[in-house]
């Protein structure tokens, strides 16, 4: 790890939905700021204040509203009472909410606030222009793909509109929500691309031949169950519901 590099303090919470668990970010500094809060686990929690050494925590960055992005933002206020929390939603109680190109301080550097919808209605990315690096919660996953949650704030169209706004940006690595550090988030971000259309163009010959929702996650997820396959069942719907509204990708 590079001088300045964000810390990673893994939140704990290991799961079918969040694999290994959910990575919290660190960002030290003259304004030590932490991406992401977690679920509140005592470890978690632990963690930051042995990275702190003593000192407050500035802030809190939260990248959306899901639960485990989210929920560990209450435990975190009992222990730093003084902390910002920044976010797009209000569920959480933030101190403030997040405007889309709005800069904030981030340990000793300043982040710009992107808006990324499409995995959640509220979601954002936080870029740093100087360094050319992106702390994308869920926007990114280093493999395998992103659950857009119809019904529950996911939107596909609007998922691929912000992976193309990222890639725009240009960055040279990226901090994700699960998994590894990116270091190639361009050839991420247009295999994440590829990958949707490619699931869209099956899902569009399959709805041709008259298969439902369901029979189509049956189809194309066949060894699923339980969460995952849940999972799979809203991505597929929010598949067919931008190929309802504007036909399958080309």
């Not at 910002?84 to 904030?104: F, K, M, N, W, Y």
């Not at 982040?111 to 992106?134: I, K, M, N, S």
């Not at 699960?178 to 050839?187: L, S």
């Not at 029979?215 to 169950?225: E, H, K, Q, S, W």
């Amino acid at each position: 790890m590079a001088p300045g590099d964000p810390i990673l303090l893994p939140a704990g919470n290991p799961g079918p939905y969040t694999g290994e668990g959910n990575n919290t970010w660190l960002i030290d500094g003259a304004q030590p700021t932490l991406v992401d809060a977690g679920t509140g686990q005592p470890g978690h929690l632990e963690a930051i204040a042995e990275a702190l050494d003593g000192r407050p925590l500035a802030r809190v960055l939260v990248t959306h509203d899901h639960s485990d992005h989210a929920s560990g933002v209450a435990a975190i206020r009992e222990c730093w009472p003084d902390v910002e929390v920044l976010a797009v939603a209000a569920a959480r109680s933030p101190a403030r909410t997040l405007i889309d190109g709005e800069r904030v301080p981030a340990g000793s550097r300043m982040l710009q606030v992107v808006y990324t919808p499409g995995h959640a209605a509220d979601h954002v990315c936080f870029w740093d222009p100087v360094r050319r690096e992106l702390f994308s919660g869920d926007l990114l996953l280093a493999s395998g793909s992103v659950v857009i949650p119809a019904g529950r704030g996911g939107d596909l169209a609007a998922y691929l509109a912000s992976l193309e706004r990222v890639a725009a940006l240009g960055p040279v690595r990226a901090y994700p929500g699960h998994g590894p550090v990116i270091d190639d988030p361009a050839a991420t971000i247009a295999a994440a691309i590829e990958r949707r259309r490619q699931r869209e163009a099956d899902i569009a010959r399959l709805l041709d031949e008259g298969l439902t929702a369901d029979a189509i996650v049956d189809r194309l997820y066949p060894d699923l169950t339980g969460p995952l396959r849940q999972a799979a069942a809203l991505t597929v719907e929010a598949h067919i519901v931008r190929i309802r509204q504007t036909g399958p990708s080309r």
